[in-house]
């Protein structure tokens, strides 16, 4: 008999969700590939469990890297969609690794459409040689906004943040609550009849045109990752609740004053971020092939608070959310931005074994390997400065070091620490030759 | 009169006298005559004064015209549905005809056709739309359209359960919300993501489609009302369509009677808990700061809280805290909710005696006026009741009587309002006439 998923231990949801991810979503073209794919995977599965691989799995975050190494700027790739799978089969052909997905390149002109104001890229507020889009961080929600985005979500975000951050929508601000339902249809048809909205709606149809355009290249990209025997790895994404607020709302100011001067309000307001990104995070999976969650994580780092600000602010809201899903079968891959201290990484190292990855960008990776080494897989970190600025030889050095500090015992990830820009080529060639090198067990 | 104290530092009786102001004096109205604006000004005095429990020169009348003029014009509810210009006329020559009134409006409640059969919602019929065309109402459909489990959803996200539940189960036009994505995960382009989808893209662009519909169906309402007002009658209705009670928002258009019946045994506490929600939003979002509208009269049609639908001790527990705190936040803003106590409320009168002196008009339908006026006189004007079968069916005379008496029984110390128990749709104008003919006769206070 079957067991029900709702009498499943989390493992063995998880183990349910490896299986989905072991069986590709198409058919792949030969039996050598399909092979391929399974091997890769299973390296990667081996590594998440804390079990011993065959070898150190590689995965390289490339971003903007993809347009770079085809000849083309970060510009070019942003508006001329026609360019991004010949760039992105190339990168595939060229870096072997144990996953890809597609690019992470953006539609600019769906945000140009609708006047996006939390990004700046090469040719819309940044010079067209920029290689990286700019986050603008704000206070996308007044400190007073905090009961109206606990007591009624969706207005906050229809009526607030979303004209606040798309300035297309500018016309959502004029429009009473939708909290009530009575007249709400007639309410709706008398909002399409303002000719502001005629315009926004104009917008966005034309956006979400744009939109599928772009969506389709990005869908035959990950089509050819597949037909290499690239597992897909990317299953969602989600925030730790603190950095909900800190990045997306409040921005840093905003936290920090909060921190302070309302920091209930703050720490209710989490609990509430957690709970709905659990559901949201396991929704996004459970459409996915992979049970893989990636975290981006930033305010909780060693130079923005400090560690009794952590454990009250960033951690238990963060652990809550991170064991929500995990209890649904999922993998959270968190990639810390910054470095955490020893302090730091033993209170993360209190997560049951095995459920996580921690991705590393500038933290001691034999101190990662010290505290966490018992606790959960770990990842990184060759850095971006690194590929930046040094020669093949001294990469393939550092990273031969990297696997020998981490592997032993497996639950190693070689990868970066970040996403990349520009950088020679043959630096990142040199993290993959290390890996096939001396990954081996 | 300059304003020369700050609006939050005035008292309601304060705010409420601005907004009697501008209902007497509306900013937006060129009289055709001297005449037409001293009898604005004597019939709206005449409301206010019975509102303030005082005595005006006689007795106010709010006559229940409703659609009565489509059918004494020879036209239907249904054929206005798609005439607008036509309606307009025939109020016109029913305005002239008629002669005095103390307050009159144009067709309103008859909703546009073409906009109604594209939006069609699963609670409402009309003529021609799931009712006869000759039908001379339109028709509530109560159900079950929240389900029993859903109250912490629905408390969890107010918003999302309106726009995504709600709507698809109510309006099939809607239907494609259920694919909105929520917004509790407020990374990413939502609405791109949204309007990719192509039924929902659909539904937008059917309601844009109409919006030229909708254009000429508002532009025609606001036409007949200003000529209405311009030639001296006033309306009473410009405070806005407000909210009802707490519960009937919960009986009438989420759980149904048989849900919220079974609620209030099953799990009082979370029907409580949401009506506190409801109720707070409600202040928070439509009563503070309410605009300064033609009229401060809030009309509010009450439907489960009279005798037939639940005992004293319900009324109590379930549906008067939070419906007079409801009533107390709008009268704090300066406005006069009136609620129109369908059904009978004899056993209630007794209960519904704890508001500010002439802070609400209860506008009654069955309820024993006799009564009424011994409970809540000296508290609340009163309103009401002549019969619909009366004015429909009964003669100038009897019309005439039965108005006699209630002006009889109620009038004494002012703070009554001659009134129909219901609006009629098909019927003889003589009879609407001879009861403005009683408040003439019978209503004038001696000085």
């Known amino acids: ?441 | 009169m300059p304003q020369t104290k700050e609006w939050k530092d005035m008292t309601w009786q304060e705010k409420r006298e601005a907004r009697f102001d501008r209902w007497l004096n509306p900013p937006e109205v060129k009289f055709v005559s001297k005449e037409a604006e001293q009898l604005y000004k004597e019939r709206v005095t005449r409301f206010i004064k019975a509102i303030k429990l005082e005595e005006p020169d006689r007795v106010p009348v709010m006559l229940p015209t409703g659609n009565f003029p489509a059918y004494w014009g020879g036209s239907s509810f249904h054929e206005l549905m798609y005439n607008y210009k036509k309606g307009n006329e025939i109020w016109k020559k029913y305005m002239v005809a008629f002669g005095d009134m103390d307050a009159f409006n144009g067709p309103n409640f008859i909703p546009a056709g073409k906009i109604s059969e594209v939006v069609r919602s699963k609670q409402t019929k009309l003529p021609g739309l799931g009712l006869p065309k000759e039908a001379t109402m339109n028709q509530f459909v109560e159900g079950e359209y929240m389900m029993p489990d859903e109250y912490d959803r629905y408390m969890l996200d107010p918003t999302d359960y309106n726009l995504r539940v709600m709507m698809p189960r109510t309006t099939p036009l809607f239907e494609s919300f259920k694919k909105l994505p929520a917004f509790s995960n407020i990374m990413g382009n939502f609405w791109v993501m949204a309007l990719t989808d192509p039924d929902v893209r659909k539904t937008f662009e059917t309601l844009m489609s109409l919006t030229d519909e909708q254009r000429k169906w508002t532009a025609a309402t606001l036409e007949i009302s200003q000529y209405i007002k311009e030639r001296g009658y006033p309306s009473l209705f410009g405070g806005g369509v407000m909210a009802g009670a707490p519960f009937d928002h919960f009986a009438d258009a989420l759980r149904g009677t048989q849900g919220i019946a079974r609620d209030m045994f099953r799990q009082p506490k979370k029907l409580h808990e949401a009506m506190e929600r409801y109720l707070n939003w409600t202040i928070e979002t439509n009563i503070k700061n309410f605009p300064m509208t033609q009229s401060p009269i809030c009309m509010m049609p009450l439907h489960k809280g009279d005798d037939a639908f639940m005992s004293d001790k319900q009324f109590a527990e379930f549906y008067w805290p939070t419906y007079r705190r409801l009533l107390l936040a709008m009268i704090d803003e300066g406005l006069v909710p009136m609620p129109f106590a369908e059904g009978r409320y004899t056993n209630r009168l007794k209960q519904i005696t704890d508001t500010p002196p002439s802070g609400v008009v209860w506008y009654f339908d069955q309820t024993d006026m006799k009564e009424a006026k011994r409970i809540l006189g000296g508290i609340c004007c009163i309103a009401g009741n002549v019969p619909t079968s009366v004015v429909i069916k009964g003669t100038p005379e009897t019309v005439k009587e039965y108005c006699r008496k209630l002006i009889q029984d109620c009038a004494p110390g002012g703070g009554f309002i001659l009134a129909g128990g219901a609006s009629i749709d098909n019927g003889k104008i003589e009879n609407l006439q001879a009861m403005m003919e009683a408040a003439k006769e019978h209503g004038v206070y001696k000085k």
């Not at chain 1, 490339?62 to 089969?89: C, E, M, Q, R």
């Not at chain 1, 909205?197 to 597949?226: G, P, R, T, W, Y």
């Not at chain 1, 690194?386 to 500090?405: D, S, V, W």
């Open chain 1, 1 to 441: 008999m079957e067991k029900q998923w709702s009498e499943m231990t989390w493992q063995e949801r998880r183990e349910e969700r490896f299986k989905k991810w072991l069986n590709p979503p198409v058919k792949l073209p030969s039996p050598a590939i399909e092979k391929l794919y399974k091997e890769r995977l299973t390296r990667m599965i081996k590594a998440i469990k804390m079990e011993i691989p065959d070898r150190v799995p590689i995965h390289l975050a490339a971003n903007s890297f993809v347009a770079y190494n085809a000849g083309h700027t970060l510009y070019d790739v942003l508006y001329d969609y026609s360019l991004i799978k010949p760039s992105w089969i190339k990168f595939l052909e060229e870096f072997e690794q144990d996953s890809a997905d597609a690019p992470g390149f953006f539609a600019a002109r769906v945000y140009e459409i609708l006047d996006y104001k939390v990004n700046a890229w090469p040719g819309h507020g940044l010079p067209k040689t920029s290689t990286l889009p700019n986050f603008i961080e704000k206070e996308y929600m007044q400190a007073d906004e905090y009961d109206l985005f606990m007591k009624d979500p969706f207005d906050f975000g229809l009526r607030k943040f979303t004209p606040r951050t798309w300035g297309a929508f500018e016309p959502f601000t004029s429009v009473p609550s939708f909290s009530s339902y009575s007249g709400l249809p007639e309410r709706l048809m008398m909002m399409c009849q303002d000719p502001n909205f005629k315009k926004l709606f104009k917008a966005i149809v034309e956006a979400s045109d744009e939109n599928a355009k772009h969506q389709k290249v990005m869908m035959e990209c990950a089509q050819e990752s597949l037909k290499r025997g690239f597992p897909p790895l990317m299953g969602g994404v989600m925030l730790a609740p603190f950095d909900t607020v800190a990045d997306m709302l409040r921005g840093t100011s905003g936290v920090v004053k909060d921190m302070f001067r309302q920091p209930e309000k703050l720490l209710e307001s989490l609990e509430i971020i957690a709970d709905n990104s659990i559901r949201s995070t396991v929704g996004m999976v459970n459409m996915a092939r992979s049970p893989i969650v990636f975290v981006p994580m930033h305010k909780g780092a060693d130079s923005f608070m400090s560690v009794p600000q952590f454990e009250k602010f960033y951690w238990p809201t963060f652990r809550k959310l991170i064991l929500g899903v995990v209890n649904e079968g999922c993998v959270p891959m968190m990639i810390i931005d910054g470095s955490y201290n020893e302090a730091r990484l033993k209170i993360i190292s209190e997560l049951p074994k095995s459920c996580v990855i921690w991705t590393m960008e500038k933290t001691d990776m034999a101190l990662s390997k010290k505290i966490l080494g018992n606790s959960a897989c770990i990842a990184g970190n060759v850095t971006a400065a690194m590929l930046y600025t040094q020669t093949a030889q001294q990469i393939k050095e550092y990273a031969r070091k990297l696997i020998e500090t981490c592997a032993p015992g497996g639950g190693y990830i070689l990868a970066l620490g970040s996403g990349i820009d520009k950088c020679d080529p043959k630096n990142l060639h040199a993290v993959v030759e290390a890996g096939l090198e001396y990954g081996k067990y």
